[in-house]
């Protein structure tokens, strides 16, 4: 059993994942204030129930800064019993020997304030079954990171897709085009013609152990993919952070941002299981931007920066 909670049935492998999440938050929080140079993250401690059963997570939620507008980064360690809608989520049939759940895991969306620094959107986390006796039954790996541009700059994709293949490539040089494929095909509002919401990234799911990639491979692999981050995304901040821009950049941003919050709210796996497993619908709707913009048919002209944005989230292109 865990001695830290003896209702979570423990295995030694839970609470390395459990430490290397909450490092990687402070590690990611620590990097975003740096280059924020104002805003600090303010942190909100939640448990799922009042009496402490049922897990909880540190939200961390940043605002009105030099750079970030809005954005969170938050971790969660949460656990239950299988009940009949959470069957229904993980498609679970009733004749599985599983009877409870664990999952913990890092997210966070950063919504900058200038529009010519991209949003950013990044999980990883490790899901596992187990039965009445606290035998592991089924446990998986999914996660990922792709970025949001409302402007186009060819040096700011290339890099950031540059580092998350460097990164996949220790591992196996098959990942990075089967999961930025994952990416691409995962983050689509499919009531808009297939737009994506940005140029993706990489994206997997289900990653289960096996006689090949066992445990510890696909740990090291969350591990790196999570550490990848800050590398991936801080550079191109630095470089936009100072661009000036008018309202016109601004108001094309909070078009695009209407994009994000339609996959969010329509599309997003992720927002849907944190709703139907009794989550925290603050710390879930973080991912929502602070301003947007809804107008009726809007279409950029063509020729222009924001349609040529446009033209890339139709059609995902090669970066590297």
């Not at 656990?79 to 498609?91: A, D, F, T």
């Not at 950029?300 to 292109?317: H, Q």
């Amino acid at each position: 059993m865990n001695k830290s909670n003896p209702k979570i049935p423990g295995i030694k492998f839970r609470d390395e994942w459990i430490d290397f999440i909450h490092g990687l938050q402070n590690k990611i929080c620590a990097a975003l204030e740096a280059v924020d140079g104002n805003a600090k993250f303010i942190e909100d401690k939640w448990q799922r129930n009042p009496d402490g059963e049922g897990g909880g997570g540190k939200t961390r939620v940043i605002s009105n800064g030099n750079v970030f507008e809005k954005g969170g980064v938050n971790t969660s360690v949460v656990y239950g019993e299988l009940s009949s809608k959470m069957r229904e989520v993980l498609h679970i049939p009733l004749s599985s020997p599983s009877k409870n759940w664990f999952a913990c895991g890092l997210s966070l969306v950063i919504h900058p304030y200038n529009p010519f620094v991209p949003t950013v959107h990044c999980n990883y986390r490790y899901f596992e079954l187990t039965d009445n006796d606290g035998n592991v039954t089924d446990c998986w790996f999914g996660g990922g990171t792709d970025l949001t541009p409302y402007y186009l700059f060819e040096e700011d994709g290339k890099h950031f897709h540059r580092v998350y293949k460097n990164t996949c490539d220790q591992f196996d040089e098959k990942f990075y085009p089967l999961f930025k494929k994952y990416c691409d095909d995962y983050f689509v509002n499919t009531h808009r013609n297939d737009e994506r919401r940005g140029i993706g990234g990489i994206f997997y799911d289900h990653r289960k152990p096996d006689e090949i990639q066992d445990l510890d491979f696909w740990f090291n692999f969350s591990k790196n993919c999570g550490n990848a981050f800050i590398d991936a995304y801080v550079p191109i901040v630095e470089r936009r952070k100072n661009s000036p821009f008018t309202i016109d950049h601004k108001h094309w941003q909070e078009i695009r941002r209407g994009r994000y919050v339609e996959f969010n709210l329509l599309h997003d796996r992720g927002t849907l299981f944190g709703l139907k497993s009794n989550g925290r619908t603050e710390s879930i709707l973080m991912s929502l931007p602070p301003t947007v913009r809804f107008e009726y048919n809007y279409q950029p002209l063509k020729g222009t920066p924001e349609a040529d944005l446009v033209e890339v989230c139709l059609k995902p292109r090669d970066w590297v």
